[in-house]
């Protein structure tokens, strides 16, 4: 069973910054990609970020330049650096995992940034 943990979400004023993680059970490089996405209240679940087993990244236009999607294979763990942050950064983060056997997610991280 493959458990993903979010954490480091919570309330940031405009034009600051949040480094979220996702801590995996299991070596990192076990999976073909790794994804954060986000939800804001109302909304659809959209792509945030994409990292692969090769190390190639990806970004939501809406991210490009304030996002860094980024890992550290000796924790395990995938990280969103966000900067800038804007109040239509406010959403529920979450990470998920994908192998051949199946598609994994975490529970989320809340990320607030008042208007």
């Known amino acids: 069973q493959v458990q993903l943990v979010e954490s480091g979400g919570g309330l940031v004023q405009a034009g600051g910054s949040l480094r979220l993680s996702c801590a995996a059970s299991?070596?990192?490089?076990?999976?073909?990609?790794m994804t954060w996405h986000r939800q804001a209240p109302g909304k659809q679940r959209d792509l945030v970020a994409t990292i692969t087993s090769g190390g190639n990244t990806n970004y939501a236009d809406s991210v490009k330049g304030r996002f860094t999607i980024s890992r550290d294979s000796a924790k395990n763990t995938v990280y969103l650096q966000m900067n800038n942050l804007k109040p239509e950064d406010t959403a529920d983060y979450y990470c998920?995992?994908?192998?051949?056997?199946?598609?994994?997610w975490g529970k989320g991280t809340l990320v607030t940034v008042p208007s």
């Open positions: 998920k995992a994908e192998d051949r056997w199946g598609t994994y």
């Open positions: 299991r070596t990192i490089f076990s999976f073909n990609v």
